[in-house]
């Protein structure tokens, strides 16, 4: 059996802030709570969530053999602020190239060091592309637990940090202790979201949430709708800013390979450009899933069309 310490040593050689391994099983526990929130429609237009409910539960569904699911994390804590002081605020890990194209070339490089390492291994990279439970693999991976926010929260980095996954066919020694919740009783994030979307500890209405009104839902924003978004025009990072976890997460120099922040971006800036100059600019970062029109017309809403 491949020991833990030395993929984790791989992770760490390539730029992840943290890696765990956790032991392929079907995640049955989860099979109710996640079954029950669909029922109550806490997903809103999400359909894509209703689909491969099988594969969800079962990675060894999605690579032939599977036996280990290997969790990294990058941090993007930064301490850029600024994006998020003035409306039209923006969630701080938009504010850069998208992090989706960046994991993956990480993990494959990983996976490909694994395979110098052990020989053939078959695998797969994951980062938010496929149906895969990634903050409960990372807590089986003993990288953290789910907060009252239903973020994954590492005791180092907090959550300001995105999540990937390779699964492989080659057993590794899993992380022997999981983290405990150490939210204890604090209820910060359920009292700073300003819609009241976290229902009960741990679990969202995400119709409710600014991230899915700014970011996911199909149907346009109402001028009524304004408030509810509490000036932000692409996610929302309150529930983590409060975060006492955060405030003293450490802080990372900037992503692996440089990319960029545009840090300081302003209403009048978004509000101004055109469709290709919006492309131009920010068509490799996360803003581009919510596209021009709706970032447009979500910013025109919250300053009233002054910016
Ligand atoms: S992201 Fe914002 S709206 Fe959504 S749960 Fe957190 S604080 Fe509430
Ligand atoms: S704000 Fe408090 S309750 Fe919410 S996730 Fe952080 S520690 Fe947990």
Redesign the pocket.
């Known amino acids: 059996m491949v020991g833990s310490n030395q993929v984790e040593r791989i992770a760490l050689d390539i730029g992840f802030h943290a890696c765990g391994v956790s032991r392929v099983e079907r995640l049955g526990a989860l099979e109710g709570i996640y079954s029950n929130w669909l029922g109550n429609g806490y997903h809103g237009s999400m359909s894509y969530m209703e689909r491969n409910f099988e594969l969800r539960l079962d990675p060894s569904n999605l690579v032939s053999g599977a036996k280990s699911v290997i969790s990294v994390l990058l941090s993007y804590n930064t301490g850029d602020l600024s994006i998020n002081i003035k409306p039209p605020r923006i969630a701080r890990y938009a504010a850069r190239a998208d992090y989706h194209f960046l994991m993956k070339r990480m993990l494959w490089e990983m996976l490909n060091q694994l395979r110098e390492c052990y020989g053939k291994v078959n695998g797969r990279a994951f980062v938010d592309s496929a149906p895969v439970f990634e903050r409960e693999w990372a807590v089986r991976a003993g990288l953290g637990w789910i ?3 239903s ?1 994954l ?1 590492n005791r180092e980095l907090g ?1 300001y940090i995105f999540i990937g996954e390779l699964i492989v066919d080659i057993e590794i020694e899993p992380n022997a202790r999981m983290e405990r919740n ?3 009783t ?5 009292d700073a979201c300003p819609n009241k979307a976290i229902i009960v ?1 741990g679990v969202i209405d995400a119709r409710k949430c600014i991230s899915y009104l700014t970011i996911e839902r199909n149907e346009p924003i109402a001028t009524g709708e304004v408030a509810n978004l509490d000036g932000w025009c692409f996610g929302c990072d309150i ?1 983590q800013e ?4 955060n405030r003293k997460a450490k802080k990372v120099d900037g992503l692996a390979q440089g990319t960029k922040t545009f840090e300081g971006i302003s209403a009048m800036q978004l509000a101004n450009l055109s469709k290709v100059e919006f492309t131009n600019q920010f068509g490799n970062t996360p803003l581009s899933r919510a596209g021009y029109e709706k970032i447009k017309r979500t910013v025109e809403l919250i300053t009233g069309g002054k910016p």
């Open positions: 907060g009252k926010n973020m929260i959550s150490r939210c204890g604090c209820t910060r994030c359920m500890p529930c409060v975060c006492p976890w």
